[in-house]
């Protein structure tokens, strides 16, 4: 267990910036989550954390210890490899005992640990096998037990779950969960992708183009996206965002087609006319059937805040995903119902919106127009 | 119609005509081969034209053969009808043709020049009753004298080797009085000789060259090199260049070198000196050049004709005037021109007083054994005795009766038994469907193959069986006759001998281990080391160095061996310049076994590294670097990440490159045989190097060199299952 605190860590490689001022603490016990698309420098930055970069500036400090310039193995840090990088000569025993013999522990020490690290993750069927002979998910325990048998200060993970197939994902990532609470370690993950974010951060910290977007606990980041960036870049399908302008009443944002009611309490007075992006996530939006066309959707007089002319639909089974422009962007709405009852290309949708659904960015910097919570 | 056929007709005619002009011809044609090359060459062809002119219609054709592959040319060509009708060549060799009945009784042309020729050159020819070529020419050793380095000194008395030597004072340290090939023992027969000694006793034709004479001659060598007379390491070659450089006074060669020194130095050359003061003279050994009649000749009576001719008077007069020849005619001898010539009347008075030859089969089995006795003695004057005794002992080896012939019949049996029992077993096999229809079934299978088993088949099951065939066979230039196992016996019994005396296979294989182990430890760790050099990444000009590291495996292997035999050199090598340059005493590098060794095994090392280093390379670059990230953040230093993780990772790549070049080691003839050439006394030589000697230098026992070759098969076979078994235990049994 320990705290970590990055201060403006930056790192050029070649006439890339790839960390651009990089702040970040971490208290003991926590789970972080560092997550951006490819190349936002989130694999780098975990790698800085091992020392297996050296950032161009900036300090690293590991329970009030400056590490910036300390080697790997100075540092006590563990860290699980995307490949999971285990030793393919040594069998899964010698792999998990591999760091404590270096750092001279006791064959005694070394046998207990590797014991107890091979029950914690059941291990110890597979413990005389070598790595080519076991499955991915096996590996991925594998390269697991040999951080945890260290008994680390802190944990790194980068993209641990990648080469795993979807169901074993989700149970590992379950695992991973489990493992966090029953150790109470400080931990580090670098994901690109949403879901593990969600569901394992204590905090989320989001990275594009080598910087912070956002950081705090994930629910808030995807309730409070603090740009335009952070929200499309949670939630699945993606929000969706339209040109719009403030009304006269300053009451709603309005665009063809979309007339999104503000709030005003978390954005205050907003002048009219001013030019926005609405951001609506498309589980947000309910139908208001009395006022859609066909299948029971009719085309209704009274003025609705989205009107969607479906051009595709994706049925899912238990909801079904209709896409069609709103305000000249493309806009996808989450439709319930059983199969016949949704709506087909060619209907018109009416939608509404809670206001406390409806985000507003600025369209220049893409920041959100909310003051702060 | 008509025009076709007249043309038609005509063509025949045309052709009936070419073929019987050829005959014609092809009757007044004579074909010869000679080995000579330079104002020999001229002469010779001088001489053939004259013939020509002298027979009109007569046409000699002529082949100028290089000297290395000559005998083994003729040996295969006049059999096979396509060899000359006469030939040119030594006389010893008569003995070895005559076995392989290549050469005709020179009889009837000696007949009619006979009573003109020198007695001794008649006396060479003679074998039985009969005589096989007309002498032509005398080859021996004579005295060539620096006329000025003789002055300086005060003018000593040439009259033997130890007034000669007294010059030594007279002269500047870095000249010396006499410059010979004194460890060779054709040169160092001449002074053997005048101390009442032999090398070969002709008569009861076995190997003469120990007793009394045979230790004093080495003493007075060892003498005259302990006194700086004569240098220390000198080669054949070498003494070409002390006399051009004017640091000979004397130098005892043969008329070859008059052709070498050019017009450089003033010089006479007079007879070879006594040995001692009032002692008798030096006796070189004399070799005859004769015209030998082929066998299976197309022109003999023509061949005989320019047999005579070329030892009439008239060409002999061109080939001693113009080719330089010491000629066997003694009338031109008279003549004003060739009695005025000092350098060649020298030459002759030299031949009268030297011994021809000896033409005995065994006579050429003495050469190896004699100079390495000689060269043992020169190097350490202790083992003198122990040297000449061994030189005897090699001989007796490599002389010894033949295995008794045995009759191959059990073998043919066991063989034919086998032969019947596949071939009742194929019969019985072919009778079952189930076998027919998987024959059938897979026909397209051998289609696909067929080509690489006729391949495989012919270039190594054949050779090998072949060989393994040959090793149950004995016998001495080429005349083989089955013996059985008699050969292996021969050799796992070290010939009745002490089983690790130098040159049994014992010895010879401990050798050859030694020499695989020690150079597969440097290829391996040297290779190693400059892959991990040249894999750092941050390592600037990276391809540069891989590129001039891979260049001494592309250079071909023998030129690698001669340069680096070059440098290991006496006198003229870099290494001991090297040397002499940190104030160490140059070291005769081929003269102890640990020098030598160590020159053929930094020879073996310049040329394997590389091999290693692109394997290793190629190793390096197939370890994902996460595993070195792994091992670092796992808390592993630089060098715990070079033993826990690139040396095992290597391991699996390394091991069949190893057991690859233990077997290329095992076998490495070309540096052995460039390098040390087996120096000192065989003790460097390997089991295939070995084989090679048997097969080649002593009177061609292919059988027993055939036997040698399917032991080492056999060694490698058992040492690589070795490596193979010692590699699947190491890698935990996992598969």
Known sequence: MATLSLRTIRKVLGANAILKGIDLDVQSGEFVVLVGPSGCGKSTLLRTIAGLETPDEGSIKLDDRDVTRAEPRERDIAMVFQSYALYPHLTVRDNLAFGLRLRGESEATVKSRVEEVSQMLGLGALLDRLPKDMSGGQRQRVAMGRAIARRPKLFLFDEPLSNLDAALRNQVRVEIKKLHASLGATMIYVTHDQVEAMTLADQLVVLNSGKVEQKGPPLEVYARPASRFVAGFLGSPSMNFTDAVVSDDSTSAVAEGLRAPIDRQRFGAIERGRKVVVGIRPHDVTVRKGESSAHGYRDGATPTEITVAVDVVEAMGFEAYAHGPVGGAPFVARVEGAADALPRRGDRLALSVEPAHVHLFDPETGRSLAGAP | ?735
């Open chain 2, 1 to 735: 119609m008509r025009a076709l056929a007249r043309e038609a007709l005509a063509l025949v005619c045309a052709m009936i005509l070419i073929v019987c002009a050829r005959d014609a011809a092809a009757q007044r044609t004579v074909t010869v081969w000679h080995p000579y090359r330079g104002a020999e060459q001229q002469a010779f062809d001088q001489v053939l034209q004259a013939f020509e002119r002298a027979h009109p219609g007569v046409s000699v054709t002529t082949l100028a053969v290089p000297f290395d592959a000559y005998a083994a040319k003729l040996e295969a060509a006049i059999p096979r009808g396509n060899g000359p009708d006469l030939f040119v060549d030594a006389h010893e060799r008569i003995p070895s043709y005559l076995a392989r009945r290549i050469i005709t009784s020179a009889d009837t042309a000696i007949a009619r020049v006979g009573s003109d020729l020198e007695p001794i050159a008649l006396e060479a020819v003679q074998s039985g009753s009969e005589r096989y070529g007309v002498p032509l020419a005398l080859k021996c050793l004579a005295l060539f004298v620096d006329e000025e380095l003789w002055e300086r000194a005060g003018r000593p008395s040439l009259d033997s080797l130890e007034s000669i030597a007294r010059a030594r004072a007279a002269l500047p340290p870095s000249a010396y009085p006499l410059v010979y090939y004194a460890s060779n023992a054709y040169f160092h027969s001449a002074i053997v000789h005048a101390l009442g000694g032999q090398l070969f006793d002709p008569q009861r034709g076995t190997y003469a060259f120990d007793g009394s004479p045979a230790i004093e001659s080495l003493t007075f060598v060892q003498r005259l090199l302990a006194d700086r007379v004569i240098p220390p390491e000198v080669d054949g070659a070498s003494v070409t260049p002390y006399f051009r450089s004017g640091r000979a006074m004397t130098v005892i060669s043969g008329p070859w070198l008059v052709g070498e020194l050019g017009g450089g130095r003033r010089y006479r050359v007079v007879v070879l000196p006594r040995v001692r003061d009032g002692g008798r003279v030096m006796s070189p050994f004399v070799t005859v050049e004769v015209a030998f009649l082929a066998s299976n000749a197309r022109a003999p009576e023509l061949a005989n004709e320019l047999a005579a001719y070329l030892a009439s008077p008239a060409a002999a007069r061109v080939r001693a005037t113009v080719g330089r020849q010491v000629v066997a005619t003694q009338s031109v001898w008279s003549e004003p021109e060739l009695a005025n010539d000092a350098v060649l009347a020298a030459f002759r008075r030299a031949a009268s007083r030297g011994r021809v030859m000896p033409t005995h089969n065994n006579m050429r089995l003495s050469w190896e054994p004699a100079n390495q006795a000689i060269r043992r003695a020169l190097r350490d004057p202790r083992a003198t005795r122990v040297a000449i005794d061994q030189g005897r002992r090699r001989y007796e080896d490599a002389s010894r009766p033949l295995p008794a012939k045995r009759s191959p019949l059990p073998l043919q049996l066991a063989l034919g038994l086998i032969a019947l029992a596949i071939a009742l077993r194929s019969v019985q096999r072919a009778r079952d469907p189930d076998f027919r229809a998987a024959v059938k079934r897979s026909m397209p299978a051998y289609a696909y193959v067929t080509h690489a088993v006729v391949i495989v088949a012919l270039l190594v099951v054949l050779p090998l069986v072949l060989g393994a065939t040959t090793s149950l066979y004995a016998g001495r230039d080429g005349a083989l006759e089955y013996v059985g196992g008699a050969n292996y016996w021969d050799i796992i019994t070290a010939r009745g001998g002490s089983l690790f005396a130098s040159g049994t296979f014992y010895a010879v294989l401990l050798v050859t281990v030694l020499w695989t182990v020690a150079n597969l430890a440097l290829h391996v760790s040297i290779g190693v080391v400059l892959a991990l050099v040249l894999s750092r990444p941050l390592l600037k000009l990276r391809a540069v160095y891989r590129v001039l590291l891979i260049i001494p495996w592309a250079v071909p292997s023998y030129v690698t061996a001669l340069a680096w035999k070059g440098i290991f050199h006496r006198q003229t090598g870099a290494m001991n310049a090297i040397l002499s340059s940190l104030g160490v005493e140059p070291i005769s590098w081929f003269a102890q076994f640990s020098t030598a060794f160590a020159a053929n095994v930094v020879t073996n090392t310049w040329l394997g590294f590389p091999f290693m280093m692109v394997v290793t390379i190629g190793a390096l670059a197939a370890i994902p670097k996460d595993l070195y990230e792994a091992a670092e953040v796992d808390g592993a230093t630089p060098w715990q990440q070079f033993r826990h993780i690139t040396l095992p990772l290597l391991r699996p790549t390394l091991l069949p490159a190893v057991s690859m070049g233990a077997v290329w080691t095992f076998n490495q003839f070309n540096v052995i045989f460039l390098v040390s050439g087996g120096e000192p006394d065989g003790a460097t030589e390997i089991l295939v190097t070995e084989a090679y000697r048997w097969a080649f230098t002593r009177q061609a026992q292919y059988g027993y060199a055939a036997a040698y070759a399917v032991l080492i098969f056999g060694v490698l076979v058992l040492g690589t299952r070795l490596l193979e078994r010692l590699t699947l235990g190491k890698q935990g049994g996992s598969k």
